[in-house]
């Protein structure tokens, strides 16, 4: 689950990590009586949406007055904000934060991740902060530093310190930045994020060490054991139709093709889109509907499908365990009945009552094109489009 800025920056202070003082804000008309609030000469008016890259979307403007904060809160809030991270279509404005302004000495770049190829937690810094971290990889690899977490010993102060060095902080900076490092992970685990990102960390001329920005990730299964996280949750600014698969227990994420998937498992979704794109199309979407997939859910799943309107074609790619062959032929079957599908169907499916879910689909009357193993129907419904 992401989650905002503001957000973000609000778990960080519960753990005794400093962030600058800021303001929420939803209309213009408040903006100057939080800027005021704040209460430096200097504020920041900032972009609330769930991507990043903001400032060269024109979604962060520095003002130097509580009227110029109210004129640049006009600005952004309501418009549609185009970031390398939103794509094209762009986000909606609909809060700013106006936070103050800071006597910037030093912009840096701190973020603590899941690696899966050491099962463990790794924390990530460099010297070139501001910057986009796949920037710095590509262009200076040499400037990313990378120290992994015991995950019995956590960070202890002798590892914060290593990042420091690393990092060429002054003596001075690394008195406060020692405690925030060892404070975020702290915030990390408690709040079990997989990803908890500081870009830019700053260091004042004064000596003080902030988080700046702040991006945050929170593992969905752990949601459970944060019941005031769960409210963190803001559904506008997610995919309409990953919320409203969520409703129905599938795991759904959007994508650009125009093949329509529907798969049970995660890994074979994983596999069957691979297998598209060797035959030469593209995925609409992962649609994972589990192993104790029922008609209704696959009712359901075909209706998100076909709401998009770049779906040319399904691909249905089942192998039957948990969930049986005939009753995924029966939930095929009376879904396209119900939903008056007009477009090409392919079905592959293999495992548990796989002769009996064969014949429903035969008898059914229905223009059903049925793959003989995954390449075969990866490369009829691809025919099928084309």
Excluded at 62 to 85: C, D, F, N, R, Y
Excluded at 192 to 218: F, G, Q, S, W, Y
Aim: proline share 4%; charged share 25%; glycine share 10%.
């Amino acid at each position: 689950m992401k989650i905002h800025e503001y957000q973000a920056k609000e778990l960080l202070a519960k753990y005794n990590v400093p962030v600058p003082n800021g303001v929420l804000v939803d209309s213009k008309s408040k903006a100057a009586a939080a800027a005021k609030k704040v209460g430096t000469v200097v504020t920041v008016v900032k972009a609330q949406i769930h991507a990043g890259g903001r400032g060269k979307g024109g979604g962060v403007k520095l003002a130097k007055s509580p009227k110029e904060a109210e004129t640049h809160a006009g600005k952004i809030l309501g418009m549609t904000l185009v970031t390398p991270q939103t794509g094209p279509e762009g986000m909606l404005v609909k809060k700013v934060l106006i936070e103050e302004g800071m006597d910037i000495a030093q912009e840096l770049y701190l973020s603590i991740v899941i690696d899966r190829e050491i099962s463990r937690s790794l924390i990530i810094a460099s010297a070139a902060g501001g910057m986009e971290i796949e920037e710095i990889a590509e262009s200076t690899p040499e400037k990313i530093i990378k120290e992994p977490i015991d995950p019995i010993e956590g960070v202890q102060p002798y590892l914060a310190r290593k990042i420091c060095f690393a990092l060429g902080l002054s003596k001075e900076a690394m008195k406060p930045a020692i405690p925030f490092i060892i404070n975020l992970y702290k915030a990390f685990q408690a709040e079990d994020c997989d990803m908890l990102e500081i870009n830019p960390l700053v260091v004042t001329r004064d000596h003080r060490v902030l988080a700046l920005d702040a991006k945050v990730n929170i593992d969905d299964n752990a949601l459970g054991r944060h019941p005031a996280t769960v409210a963190y949750r803001d559904i506008n600014e997610e995919d309409p139709t990953e919320v409203e698969a969520g409703k129905y227990n599938l795991n759904f994420i959007k994508l650009d093709g125009n093949i329509g998937c529907m798969v049970n498992g995660a890994g074979l979704a994983m596999a069957t889109m691979d297998i598209i794109k060797h035959s030469g199309g593209e995925p609409a979407n992962f649609l994972d509907v589990g192993g104790g997939a029922n008609e209704e859910m696959i009712e359901n799943a075909f209706r998100i499908l076909l709401a998009d309107p770049n779906v040319k074609a399904l691909f249905i790619n089942i192998f039957g365990g948990i969930l049986r062959c005939d009753i995924l032929a029966n939930g095929v079957v009376n879904a396209s009945r119900k939903l008056d599908v007009n477009v090409p169907i392919v079905i592959r499916m293999e495992g548990t009552n796989m002769e009996e879910g064969h014949r429903i689909l035969k008898e059914s009357g229905l223009n059903f094109v049925v793959g003989d193993g995954m390449k075969d129907a990866a490369r009829k419904v691809v025919k099928a489009i084309k």
